[in-house]
């Protein structure tokens, strides 16, 4: 008989049940880095963040939250996410392709263009009728308020589906012509009319008014606003596409020269106060001994990137934001994937680990 008193063997435990914790955690995948995008305006050199978006569509590990943008900014921030509500990443860059190719065909000045590559230009002609906006208001110069641009929106961006479907988050500015306060509409609200108040300027077009109050360009006020990014997102890495160098090796001397670097003075004003005020409060939470609060935590894990236009003769002239001309556009947005490629090449592995700019040397 058996020996009923023996004790019998302990079960063997199968290979999962002894898995650690550690080894649970190393068969998830490493997360997708997510990035912010704050986007530049700047009339047809927009067609360069065009390029650099394009450059960014490339990478199938990098994944978008916010973006926001003014003018320019603006309808590559919208056209982007159309374009991604309707087919990802292709469907962007499609999109993308599409909107910037029409304002080659469509929009004033085209063909106005004389010379090739970086000696591109208006020609005579075009300069004249250009010069004429300083002299006429809009109601004189487009009395019936005809603007190109709304039938190319309303053609390409199905705003119903991107208000209830966006998958981002929008952050369009304009800002209101009576107060100078600045507005931001979000994509749950976004309407045609708001993207064009976005990138109303007031010397060519008639404001855009809504809900009673007229609206000018938003760069006048935010160009782009980047605190949306700050405060409404979850991501904390921030990309900075500028259109407008943050540094120009001569000092202008003519007449043209200086209105020319007023009117660029006036659109990056209030960007780059708000980006020294964000430099400067990151300095402050870093040196402190001891930080608990939540602003000191969010700014000390902000992590800032950049692409910009420094040394491109083609974004350093002011005339060049009408050139809407396709081969132009064209031109801008190689540059623009160039920037970019050099950037996710030389910098690109800091996202999620570090800035790759430093706020106070470049701000402060």
């Given at each position: 008989?058996?020996?009923?008193?023996?004790?019998?063997?302990?079960?063997?435990?199968?290979?999962?049940?002894?898995?650690?914790?550690?080894?649970?955690?190393?068969?998830?995948?490493?997360?997708?880095?997510?990035?912010?995008?704050?986007?530049?305006?700047?009339?047809?050199?927009?067609?360069?963040?065009?390029?650099?978006l394009d450059a960014l569509l490339d990478q199938p590990d990098l994944e978008f939250e916010g973006i926001s943008g003014s003018s320019a900014g603006a309808m590559n921030a919208v056209v982007f996410a159309h374009g991604w509500m309707k087919g990802g990443a292709d469907g962007a860059r499609q999109g993308l392709a599409d909107f910037w190719n029409e304002v080659g065909r469509q929009m004033p000045w085209q063909g106005a263009a004389h010379g090739e590559g970086d000696a591109m230009g208006l020609s005579p002609t075009t300069r004249l009728f250009a010069s004429w906006a300083s002299h006429f208001s809009p109601s004189q110069l487009n009395p019936f308020a005809l603007n190109p641009l709304r039938t190319l929106l309303e053609r390409q961006i199905d705003f119903a589906r991107l208000r209830s479907s966006s998958p981002f988050k929008l952050f369009i500015g304009a800002t209101q012509a009576n107060t100078g306060k600045l507005r931001i509409f979000r994509e749950t609200e976004l309407t045609v009319g708001m993207l064009l108040a976005s990138a109303c300027l007031p010397k060519i077009h008639h404001p855009v008014e809504?809900?009673?109050?007229?609206?000018?360009?938003?760069?006048?006020?935010?160009?782009?606003?980047?605190?949306?990014?700050?405060?409404?997102?979850?991501?904390?890495?921030?990309?900075?596409?500028?259109?407008?160098?943050?540094?120009?090796?001569?000092?202008?001397?003519?007449?043209?020269?200086?209105?020319?670097r007023v009117s660029e003075l006036t659109f990056t004003a209030h960007f780059m106060r708000e980006m020294r005020m964000l430099a400067q409060a990151t300095a402050f939470a870093g040196h402190a001994w001891l930080n608990w609060g939540r602003l000191d935590r969010r700014l000390r894990s902000m992590r800032f990137h950049m692409v910009d236009s420094s040394q491109l003769a083609l974004l350093q002239r002011t005339e060049t934001k009408l050139l809407a001309h396709g081969p132009f556009l064209e031109l801008l947005r190689e540059h623009g994937r160039q920037r970019a490629g050099q950037w996710l090449a030389d910098l690109g592995a800091s996202l999620g680990q570090r800035s790759s700019i430093d706020l106070q040397q470049l701000f402060m």
């Open positions: 008989m058996p020996d009923s008193s023996a004790v019998p063997a302990a079960p063997q435990r199968s290979a999962p049940a002894r898995s650690s914790w550690l080894t649970r955690l190393t068969r998830h995948p490493k997360p997708k880095p997510k990035l912010n995008l704050a986007l530049q305006g700047g009339g047809a050199h927009g067609a360069f963040t065009w390029g650099v809504i809900d009673g109050e007229p609206y000018w360009d938003g760069g006048y006020s935010a160009n782009p606003a980047v605190f949306p990014l700050f405060y409404e997102c979850q991501s904390r890495n921030i990309l900075l596409v500028l259109l407008s160098p943050l540094q120009h090796d001569n000092t202008p001397h003519s007449v043209q020269e200086i209105e020319a």
